[in-house]
T-cell receptor, first 113, second 112 residues
């Protein structure tokens, strides 16, 4: 079954707005939580990642917020741009399974001009 | 620096045919993975190889086999293709320390 649940399935945001995508997990053994960005016809590429010993990580316009007690984490895209239009996947992995990623089902983001 | 290279990029198979998807990485990574991506399902792990000489089943291994040929190469074999295996297949590799996984461009497979 899906070990990482992601919402919403799709999101439309105006240019300059904030995009927020949420994920939840059950397995407390997960110790690495990345977000991947995928453009049509391409493979996913790492956007930003966090480990459970911190509650927030920011890289440019992208921020991960992590709530260990609630087993939830989210991606915030500030000042969203049309070039951010893509599919975003959250994921989680643990060290005792070859670091294999367990992905959410993805969020299709469209940023309108 | 090519990263992760997958071949072929596109393939059409008839039901019952077999084929091998090839994957090679030039980043000296220890771990390699095969995922399939279906609309609305995200990426699901088929098999992984945590290190050279080891392979393990992922979430959806039925109908597939893998071979970790050496540290660089990890192949995925469909022995008797079925329409349910129509999908986009991604190979990825990662290093134990950084945990960042790098993905290939994908193989779009259609089984008719």
């Amino acid at each position: 079954q899906q070990q990482v649940k992601q919402s919403p399935q799709s999101l439309i945001v105006q240019k300059g707005g904030i995009s927020i995508i949420n994920c939840a997990y059950e397995n407390t053994a997960f110790d690495y939580f990345p977000w991947y960005q995928q453009f049509p016809g391409k493979g996913p590429a790492l956007l930003i990642a966090i480990r459970p010993d911190v509650s927030e990580k920011k890289e440019g316009r992208f921020t991960i917020s992590f709530n260990k007690s609630a087993k939830q984490f989210s991606l915030h895209i500030m000042d969203s741009q049309p070039g951010d239009s893509a599919t975003y996947f959250c994921a989680a992995s643990r060290s005792n399974s070859g670091y294999a990623l367990n992905f959410g089902k993805g969020t299709s983001l469209l940023v309108t001009p | 620096n090519a990263g992760v290279t997958q071949t072929p990029k596109f393939q059409v198979l008839k039901t019952g045919q077999s084929m091998t998807l090839q994957c090679a990485q030039d980043m000296n990574h220890n771990s390699m993975y095969w995922y399939r991506q279906d609309p609305g399902m995200g990426l699901r792990l088929i098999y992984y190889s945590a290190s050279e000489g080891t392979t393990d089943k992922g979430e959806v291994p039925n109908g597939y086999n893998v071979s970790r040929l050496n540290k660089r190469e990890f192949s995925l074999r469909l022995e008797s293709a079925a329409p349910s295996q129509t999908s986009v297949y991604f190979c990825a590799s990662s290093e134990w320390g950084t945990r960042e996984a790098f993905f290939g461009q994908g193989t779009r497979l259609t089984v008719v």
